[in-house]
């Protein structure tokens, strides 16, 4: 729905374009239902059909058939005017139903493994909420996105074949330590940051260790985020 919203949107910015530039001295009624005609299935229908439009199709043709064919040229400039702001209020009533997907949301739907997928939704639904039980989700997670990095690149390595997760052997074979590096340099950075960073230790204290000082704030998930707004694409 979204692309379908986009290029709506987009053709109903042409039609607006479109009929703007047609010169004073050649605007007549007969331009302006050339214009409807060749617009009509291309973005005035279409519009009409999608959350947010203001105006139905068949209102821009009561619109134009209510000024008489032989109107002079300034009554046919307020036509083409009033129909302008009809075709404005259309683009500014669907665009305002659009919500703007994140990244990692974006990235999300891409992702082709199933349980990979459903941690990731479920990731995403919790993390502003319950922070800590994010962060021990992430922890799966970001080792099942290594196994299925090991599996387009290395798909015979114990890393693309193990039936147990655990994180930190996995990042130091998906690093090359006694295996085939998998990631290419921006996301092996990514990784050693991870690792050595602090970063690791603060999801490995939230699932291992007790006491106050053992938790994340929601800030700390951005850290998280991000990296795997930066590891996900490796594996489309």
Same mark, same amino acid.
């Given at each position: 729905?979204?692309?379908?919203?986009? !290029?709506?949107?987009?053709?109903?910015?042409?039609?607006?374009?479109?009929?703007?530039?047609?010169?004073?001295?050649?605007?007549? !009624?007969? @331009?302006?239902?050339?214009?409807?005609?060749? !617009?009509?299935?291309?973005?005035?229908?279409?519009?009409?059909?999608?959350?947010?439009?203001?105006?139905?199709?068949?209102?821009?043709?009561?619109?134009?058939?209510?000024?008489?064919?032989?109107?002079?040229?300034?009554?046919?400039?307020?036509? *083409?005017?009033?129909?302008?702001?009809?075709?404005?209020?259309?683009? @500014?009533?669907?665009?305002?139903?659009?919500?703007?997907?994140?990244?990692?949301?974006?990235?999300?739907?891409?992702?082709?493994?199933?349980?990979?997928?459903?941690?990731? +939704?479920?990731? +995403?639904? &919790?993390?502003?909420?319950?922070?800590?039980?994010?962060?021990?989700?992430? *922890?799966?997670?970001?080792?099942?996105?290594?196994?299925?990095?090991?599996?387009?690149?290395?798909?015979?390595?114990?890393?693309?074949?193990?039936?147990?997760?655990?994180?930190?052997?996995? &990042?130091?074979?998906?690093?090359?330590?006694?295996?085939?590096?998998?990631?290419?340099?921006?996301?092996?950075?990514?990784?050693? @940051?991870?690792?050595?960073?602090?970063?690791?230790?603060?999801?490995?204290?939230?699932?291992?260790?007790?006491?106050?000082?053992?938790?994340?704030?929601?800030?700390?998930?951005?850290?998280?985020?991000?990296?795997?707004n930066g590891l996900l694409p490796t594996l489309f």
């Open positions: 729905m979204k692309v379908l919203t986009a !290029y709506v949107i987009e053709q109903l910015r042409a039609s607006r374009e479109e009929l703007l530039a047609i010169a004073n001295d050649e605007l007549t !009624y007969e @331009r302006i239902t050339e214009w409807k005609t060749k !617009y009509w299935e291309l973005a005035l229908v279409p519009a009409s059909r999608l959350p947010g439009h203001v105006h139905f199709c068949n209102s821009f043709v009561f619109v134009i058939q209510a000024v008489p064919q032989q109107a002079p040229l300034p009554v046919v400039q307020d036509l *083409r005017a009033r129909v302008v702001g009809m075709l404005d209020e259309n683009i @500014r009533g669907i665009d305002s139903t659009q919500i703007v997907e994140t990244i990692y949301e974006a990235n999300i739907k891409k992702v082709k493994d199933t349980k990979l997928a459903a941690l990731l +939704n479920e990731f +995403n639904a &919790i993390k502003e909420a319950a922070p800590n039980a994010a962060a021990v989700l992430f *922890r799966t997670i970001l080792a099942l996105v290594l196994q299925e990095r090991a599996k387009i690149k290395a798909p015979t390595d114990s890393l693309a074949t193990a039936t147990g997760l655990s994180l930190e052997p996995s &990042i130091k074979k998906s690093l090359g330590s006694g295996h085939p590096k998998i990631f290419d340099g921006a996301e092996e950075r990514l990784l050693k @940051r991870f690792l050595t960073g602090g970063q690791k230790d603060t999801f490995d204290n939230v699932a291992h260790k007790p006491g106050s000082n053992a938790l994340v704030a929601k800030e700390n998930l951005s850290d998280a985020v991000n990296l795997l």
